[in-house]
């Protein structure tokens, strides 16, 4: 309801009207200018004393920290040596029979105050001395606090550096963000791939103390190579403490998922303090460990930002070394520095060659696929496909000279080539051990290969063991204990194509866990072998010190979490072209690695060039990788496994043999 104008003027007149703090009226809404008021006075400055002013300026000063506190004690003993320099000068206490002068009285002085001996060989009346003991008594209190606060001093600037604050003054380096025991399978990676570089650098910063992580670093990774590694403490989210470590001048930095309760989190929050300057930057290489969480870090990360799904990576890996013996052998050859890895060559000359002919031309180096001028890599392209204007995928030892490196002079030979056509698919009948945050995408990625018919059992003793939706594996739970040998029996059986032991990661500490998968794992071979059966086991580890205790249970294949997604990591981080390389190689889409009859390639009972068998397996569409026998495996070769031989290197085709190809199926 509207109010009138007598309601309005009567809330006009409402109350007692204000007056200043002299007593008088102010003027309202009525009597001048509505709203207007008298301009208020300046309030008086408060008036302090010389010595309050000076007292301030000396808090002041003091809270300049160490050198302050050197400056005004060295003032005060300055003055004090002045003070009693004139004063013998002017009442002539000290008895000589020369003119000592100002300037020596003053030296005289300062050793005084500076060394309480120097008044021993003083002589001369008792005045003097007694000047002489009260100028040293001044100096001993004063010199002492002055020794007092250099000492303090040099202590806090110890240990800040022993904090690990000061700016790296680097470039052209790698940073690693973060600390997990992946830190040092990357550093000792990394300093094998950083061998042919000049004074090479790798930047760690985490939120731990400097010195803890050097000496732990020097235990692990006893031999850099020549590398030369920085450790600074401070959190990577911090900005500030980001700058520590120089990223914006390094060559690739390395993002570790923390092991927190939100690591994803974490790594998000850093990528956003690393791409605050703008999209110009180095690469960057994150870890995440849940699949939910890659869409919101792509969208924080921007192109230069390679992420690493951890799942799904050693899920995959799990699956594809399941499916035949000695394939972690391979991948591990590839992705490591240690040994054969994968390279990109375009200065190669090929130009009027088909991919067929590029198989054929290096002798110490192996041609797996092409990428095109789009940037587009693919792994075993047709064997017609013409190289002109592509870059050659190549496994090799080393990048260095491979543009030059020697031609193979051996051709293969047409007689020795295999008759054989293969096998057709039958369904498989496979054991999963165990449970954890991998196994939903293990069975997933089993249902991709499992021919119709095929049936999978899952036992395990922890977590919830929610099958997926699948398309044509059928699966079957039982709880129970995995290391319970009768319920073991009543499943490990004849007829078996694959048996999985994954480790209970969520539910157990990693010591504990591998522990319950060795002991499961010797159950499980000891059945087999009972059973006269040669089913693949293939296992996973947390802790890469525990695959010598798997290999005493004759396992075929061990697959280490940690150590994997640090080998993957570091070669992203050298070459992000890598990462569609490796994407098709774990994945099922493509071409993959097998390790399939070597009398599909090759003739049996002969002796063979590996040329020939590279011409052997592009005959099929496929592209030769590698060699494994029982014969390698007397030699010291892991699992009897060869990646990338000489062309000119001869093999002698046993039963039992196996190629390494890259394969569509």
Aim: aromatic share 4%.
């Amino acid at each position: 309801m509207a109010r009138t104008g007598h309601q309005l003027r009567a809330r006009t007149h409402r109350g007692p009207r204000r007056a200043d703090r002299h007593g008088a009226p102010v003027a309202g809404l009525r009597g001048g200018k509505a709203g207007t008021r008298p301009a208020p006075r300046p309030r008086p400055r408060p008036r302090h004393g010389t010595g309050a002013r000076l007292r301030y300026w000396f808090d002041n000063s003091m809270a300049g920290g160490t050198p302050a506190l050197i400056a005004w004690l060295s003032v005060a003993t300055l003055v004090l040596i002045t003070a009693f320099a004139v004063l013998v000068t002017l009442t002539g206490l000290r008895e000589s029979d020369g003119d000592e002068g100002f300037a020596q009285e003053l030296f005289a002085a300062l050793l005084h105050a500076l060394d309480p001996g120097t008044i021993g060989g003083d002589t001369g009346s008792w005045r003097f001395l007694l000047t002489m003991l009260l100028l040293t008594i001044g100096g001993l209190f004063i010199v002492s606090a002055l020794i007092g606060v250099i000492a303090t001093g040099i202590d806090a600037k110890l240990a800040e550096l022993r904090r690990g604050r000061s700016l790296v003054l680097e470039s052209d380096h790698t940073v690693v963000l973060g600390w997990s025991d992946s830190v040092f399978t990357i550093l000792r990676e990394l300093a094998i791939a950083n061998e042919s570089r000049r004074r090479p650098v790798v930047v760690v910063l985490a939120d731990r103390d400097k010195v803890e992580m050097e000496d732990e670093i020097r235990a692990k990774v006893p031999d850099l190579r020549g590398t030369r590694v920085v450790c600074r403490s401070g959190s990577p989210m911090d900005l500030d403490d980001l700058r520590l470590a120089s990223h914006a001048t390094a060559r690739s930095v390395i993002l570790l998922a923390p092991d927190s309760e939100d690591p994803d989190a974490e790594v998000i929050k850093t990528l956003l303090a690393l791409t605050h300057g703008g999209q110009d930057g180095p690469r960057i290489v994150a870890e995440i460990r849940n699949p939910t969480n890659l869409e919101a870090a792509r969208l924080v990360g921007t192109d230069r930002t390679v992420l690493l799904d951890i799942r799904e990576t050693v899920a995959k890996l799990v699956v594809q070394t399941s499916r035949q013996s000695g394939a972690a052998a391979v991948y591990t050859e590839l992705f490591d520095y240690e040994g054969d890895e994968i390279y990109f060559l375009s200065g190669h000359a090929l130009d009027g060659s088909t991919y067929a002919d590029a198989q054929l031309v290096h002798e110490h180096a192996s041609v797996i696929g092409l990428i095109d001028p789009a940037g587009n890599p693919k792994l075993n392209p047709p064997p017609d496909t013409v190289v002109a204007g592509h870059t050659l995928v190549v496994v090799a030892e080393d990048d260095e000279g491979l543009e030059h490196a020697p031609r193979s002079t051996v051709a293969p030979d047409p007689t020795a080539l295999g008759t054989e056509e293969g096998y057709g698919e039958h369904p498989t009948r496979a054991l999963l051990i165990g449970w954890n945050e991998r196994a939903p995408i293990v069975l997933r990625e089993l249902d991709h290969y499992a021919p119709p018919g095929s049936t999978l059992t899952v036992l395990t003793s922890h977590g919830d063991a929610a099958v997926p939706e699948l398309s044509g594996l059928a699966v079957t739970v039982e709880r129970g204990s995995t290391t319970d040998r009768a319920l073991l029996e009543r499943h490990v059986v004849a007829g078996l194509d694959q048996v999985i032991v994954l480790c209970y990661s969520e539910d157990l500490p990693a010591q504990a866990a591998d522990a319950r998968t060795l002991v499961t794992l010797l159950h499980v071979r000891d059945i087999l072998s009972r059973l006269g059966e040669t089913t693949p086991v293939v296992s996973e580890m947390l802790d890469d010190r525990n695959r010598a205790l798997a290999q005493v249970a004759d396992v075929d294949d061990v697959v280490v979490s940690g150590e994997i997604v640090s080998l993957v990591v570091t070669q992203l981080s050298e070459d992000p072209r890598l990462e569609a390389v490796f994407g098709e190689l774990l994945g099922n889409e493509g071409s993959e690695i097998y390790l399939r009859p070597a009398e599909w390639y090759v003739r049996s009972g002969q002796e063979v060039t590996w040329a020939t068998v590279v011409a052997g397996a592009s005959r099929r569409r496929e592209t030769a990788l590698g060699w494994k026998s029982d014969a390698l495996a007397e030699d010291g070769q892991p699992y009897g496994v060869v990646v990338n031989p000489p062309k000119s290197r001869t093999f002698e085709v046993r039963a039992g043999d196996r190629v390494v190809v890259l394969a569509e199926e």
